[in-house]
C-alpha cells in the first residue's frame, strides 16, 4: 500500500458502531418486533441518529449527530424556549411538528406573557406543541427538546413541592390522550428548526397568543431542508 494512502487510512476515525444507511426508526424495532437486529438499515433508537467515533491521536470521541423522522404513523414534535434580556425580560415558546416521512404537519410561535426562567419556556414550549398536536388527531408522539432538564423534569415526574409541579402535571395529563409517547433530549444542533418558530416568538406582540404555521415559513426553510438532506453536525 501506498505510504501516503496508509497513513491517511490510519488518521481516519474509526467508528464504534456502524452508521445505519437510513435515517428513519425501525418501525419494527418501535413494535418490539424487528428480527434483523444490528443488520437492520433502520435506526433503533428513538433518539436522533447519534454515532461515536474515535481518533487515533485523540482520545476525546467525536460525535456525529443528525435529525432523524419518527417511526411510521408517529409524528416528531420538537420544541424549543427562547429568553432574552433585551428591552426586559422576554421569553417565547416554538416548535415544529413532522411526520414519518419527514413532512411539514405545523410550526407554532408564541410568546410568553408570564414566564421567569428558561425552563419553564422550555416546558411551555413542550405542552403547546402536545396540545396543538393531539388537537390536530395524531395520537402517537414523539417529543424532541434540547433542554436535558425539562426532559428529565417530565419523564421522571416531580413532587408537588417542586416549583414546576403544576405545569410538569398539566403536560403529563395532556400527555395520557396520546396512545404513544416518547420524550427525549437532543443536541440544539438538530433542534435548529424549534429554535427557530421559538425566537420567531419574540417578534410577537403581547397577547398574540399561539401562531399557528400551515405551511413553512421562509424562516424556518434551510434548516429543515438540513434536516430532510440528513445533514450531520460533529460535536
Not at 458502531?17 to 443488520?39: F, T, V
Not at 456525529?64 to 411510521?72: C, G
Not at 416548535?95 to 419527514?102: A, T
Not at 395524531?138 to 425539562?150: G, Q
Amino acid at each position: 500500500m501506498d505510504t501516503k494512502a496508509a497513513r491517511i487510512k490510519a488518521s481516519m476515525c474509526v467508528s464504534r458502531a456502524p452508521k445505519k444507511s437510513s435515517s428513519s426508526i425501525c418501525k419494527y424495532w418501535a413494535n418490539g418486533k424487528c428480527m434483523l437486529g444490528e443488520h437492520c438499515r433502520h435506526l433503533h433508537s428513538w433518539s436522533d441518529g447519534i454515532l461515536i467515533r474515535f481518533h487515533e491521536h485523540n482520545p476525546k470521541p467525536m460525535r456525529l449527530v443528525w435529525w432523524t423522522a419518527p417511526p411510521q404513523d408517529f409524528v416528531k414534535i420538537n420544541c424549543d424556549g427562547a429568553f432574552s434580556s433585551f428591552h426586559g425580560n422576554k421569553a417565547s415558546a416554538g416548535g415544529v411538528v413532522r411526520d414519518w416521512k419527514g413532512k411539514f404537519v405545523i410550526g407554532f410561535s408564541t410568546l410568553l406573557n408570564k414566564c421567569d426562567t428558561v425552563i419553564e419556556a422550555e416546558l411551555l414550549a413542550i405542552k403547546i406543541g402536545i396540545q396543538e398536536t393531539i388537537y390536530m388527531g395524531f395520537k402517537k408522539l414523539v417529543i424532541e427538546s434540547d433542554s436535558y432538564t425539562a426532559v428529565q423534569l417530565i419523564n421522571q415526574g416531580v413532587q408537588t413541592s417542586h416549583p414546576y409541579h403544576a405545569l410538569v402535571s398539566s403536560i403529563l395529563h395532556i400527555v395520557s390522550m396520546a396512545d404513544l409517547f416518547c420524550c427525549n433530549h437532543v443536541f440544539r444542533e438538530i433542534n435548529s428548526v424549534a429554535d427557530g418558530f421559538a425566537k420567531h416568538g419574540l417578534s410577537l406582540p403581547p397577547r398574540f397568543g399561539v401562531q399557528l404555521f400551515r405551511c413553512p415559513p421562509p424562516f424556518s426553510s434551510s434548516s429543515l431542508c438540513a434536516d430532510k438532506a440528513g445533514l450531520i453536525y460533529s460535536r
